[in-house]
């Protein structure tokens, strides 16, 4: 059975990486990148993406594999060292029965909330001034 995806008319992470609509970019290379997400579910919530577009962890092509991870790690780093959280959360979801809301592969990666674990359900949506300001106090450390 193939895996159920979200359908947007478009990808809105290809959108933000081709700067076709603004969003806050932590890191932009050649293979992958890091997103600031106005969803803060955590401290210093970040997605690790690929740039070219692949829908899930199934189609990530081998040669981005260790771009991705090493990615992940350097973004927990930062996240660690700016807000020295007591826990490192590290999630991805594939297909629409894994809450997968936009079908470009995605890590999460947020620092556990001072009362433990992360946020879920409805978060307020950030704006760019908050999200370029968490991209502010993490860049110093990716
Ligand atoms: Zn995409």
Not at 44 to 63: Q, S, Y
Not at 120 to 141: F, M, N, Q, Y
């Amino acid at each position: 059975m193939p895996i159920s995806m979200p359908s947007p008319e478009r990808c809105p992470f290809c959108d933000y990486l081709a700067g076709l609509r603004p969003y806050t970019i932590l890191e932009q290379g050649d293979q992958v990148a890091i997103l600031v997400t106005r969803e803060q579910r955590g401290l210093g919530h970040v997605l690790v993406i690929p740039v070219a577009h692949r829908p899930t962890i199934l189609d990530v092509a081998p040669e981005e594999e260790r771009h991705l991870m090493n990615a992940v790690r350097r973004a927990a780093r930062a996240i660690t060292a700016a807000h020295d959280p007591e826990g490192i959360a590290v999630w991805q979801n594939n297909g629409v029965p894994a809450h997968q809301t936009v079908p470009h592969v995605h890590f999460h990666v947020a620092g556990t909330l001072p009362d433990g674990g992360t946020r879920w359900g409805e978060v307020p949506r950030l704006d760019l001034d908050e999200t370029d300001g968490i991209a502010k106090r993490l860049s110093p450390h990716v």
